[in-house]
């Protein structure tokens, strides 16, 4: 038990102390990302800078997203991900650990499977378990960013699925 709550501890002093940093990484697309932090500050929260394209998992988003790295732990990675005007993940699934999201600036959603989309607003936090299918990202019209944050050891994968149905993810304000 003691050790499990040096494990909490640890990460959410490493979430509070990434929170508190401002990273210098720029995008590749100074005009389009400068718009985005524009309408970020303008939604209001912490605006974290966009970071690069995030071109690795781009067939796994609709829309643009860029991602900026937190941290240097291999085994506890934490990334700002912003999303541009509608991007957001496909359903997919994180096997052997949880996924915890902090909601920095803009408007976002996250949604479990089998149960309502949820409001993601700067200061909000939504802890996905491990082994759900879930999906995350802007709302409708809006830019969005969150940190997210998962543990990475042997035995943890994420699972990739379908794009979230466009006729559902129109219907979210």
Not at 55 to 66: E, I, L, M, N, V
Not at 74 to 97: E, M
Not at 132 to 144: L, N
């Amino acid at each position: 038990m003691k050790k499990y709550r040096m494990k909490k501890g640890i990460i959410w002093g490493a979430v509070m102390l990434i929170l508190s940093i401002t990273m210098t990484t720029m995008a590749k697309t100074p005009s389009e990302t400068s718009a985005i932090t524009q309408e970020l500050t303008e939604l209001g929260g912490t605006v974290q800078p966009i970071g690069s394209p995030n071109d690795a998992y781009a067939k796994y988003f609709t829309g643009q997203s860029y991602l900026s790295n937190l941290s240097t732990d291999k085994n506890l990675p934490v990334y700002n991900v912003t999303f541009a005007h509608g991007a957001h993940t496909f359903w997919h699934i994180h096997h052997g650990t949880c996924q915890v999201l902090v909601a920095q600036s803009g408007q976002g959603y996250y949604q479990i499977w089998g149960e309502e989309p949820q409001k993601l607003l700067p200061g909000m936090t939504a802890t996905i378990p491990a082994g759900v299918k879930h999906w995350h990202g802007a709302a409708p019209g809006v830019s969005f960013q969150h940190i997210a944050l998962m543990e990475m050891h042997d035995g943890i994968s994420t699972e990739w699925l379908e794009p979230v149905k466009d006729a559902d993810y129109r219907k979210l304000r």
